[in-house]
């Protein structure tokens, strides 16, 4: 057995930790599109950093990752749901404009402390505004876990950790006292 610590693996795949101030202040925002080389440039990088990531572990739930967990201060990040062959879904400059108030709380994990998992609370759908390189901009909805999964993004580009979300007197569990590794989200 390995002892090698998950957050330890992550550190040397790029990807910033907990304790950085990066991850505790909201993302530069992209003007597009006159910014778009640099949005592409973002994104680039994000998706070879997520490549990286999946040689080492399997996303059960799927998988996400924003700018400034690779110390990228802009507001961009990416999903790949968990669904074989779904397309990626890319955010620039994301903002939630409504949310469900039918909530549900699962088990979260976050790629910048990976040694736990804690359990978030979140709505089962969200209404996503956000950006295309051209400028323009769509409003897309997400739902159950690919909901979670964008929220927790898009947190990430406000400056939050699941952390922050959990509810008050509940800490995050040791990643070995986990049982759900490799299943899918229940709903």
Same mark, same amino acid.
């Given at each position: 057995?390995?002892?090698?610590?998950?957050?330890?693996?992550m550190?040397? /795949?790029?990807?910033?930790? @907990?304790?950085?101030?990066?991850? &505790?202040?909201? *993302?530069?925002?992209?003007? %597009?599109? +006159?910014?778009?080389?640099?949005?592409?440039?973002v994104?680039g990088? /994000?998706?070879?950093?997520? @490549?990286?990531?999946?040689?080492? &572990?399997?996303? *059960?739930?799927?998988?996400? %990752?924003a +700018?400034?967990?690779?110390?990228?201060d802009?507001?961009?990040?990416?999903?790949?749901?968990?669904?074989?062959?779904?397309?990626?879904?890319?955010?620039?400059?994301?903002?939630?404009?409504?949310?469900?108030?039918?909530?549900?709380?699962?088990?979260?994990?976050?790629?910048?402390?990976?040694?736990?998992?804690?359990?978030?609370?979140?709505p089962?759908t969200?209404?996503?505004?956000?950006?295309?390189?051209?400028?323009?901009?769509?409003?897309?909805?997400?739902?159950?876990?690919?909901?979670?999964l964008?929220?927790?993004?898009i947190?990430?580009?406000?400056?939050?950790?699941?952390?922050?979300?959990?509810?008050?007197?509940?800490?995050?569990?040791?990643?070995?006292?986990?049982r759900?590794?490799?299943?899918?989200?229940?709903?």
């Amino acid at each position: 057995m390995s002892d090698v610590r998950p957050s330890d693996t992550m550190r040397a /795949l790029g990807v910033v930790q @907990a304790e950085a101030s990066i991850l &505790h202040r909201p *993302a530069r925002r992209f003007d %597009l599109p +006159a910014e778009r080389d640099v949005a592409q440039q973002v994104l680039g990088e /994000l998706v070879a950093a997520a @490549a990286r990531i999946a040689e080492v &572990h399997d996303f *059960a739930k799927g998988m996400g %990752l924003a +700018a400034p967990q690779l110390a990228i201060d802009r507001a961009a990040a990416i999903v790949q749901p968990a669904e074989e062959g779904a397309d990626l879904v890319v955010l620039l400059n994301p903002r939630i404009i409504s949310r469900s108030d039918e909530m549900d709380e699962q088990f979260e994990g976050c790629l910048s402390f990976f040694d736990v998992r804690g359990r978030v609370p979140r709505p089962l759908t969200i209404a996503v505004e956000h950006s295309s390189l051209d400028g323009s901009t769509t409003v897309t909805t997400f739902h159950q876990g690919l909901a979670r999964l964008v929220h927790h993004e898009i947190d990430h580009l406000d400056g939050h950790l699941y952390k922050d979300r959990m509810r008050e007197g509940v800490a995050p569990i040791p990643l070995a006292e986990y049982r759900q590794t490799g299943t899918a989200w229940s709903y």
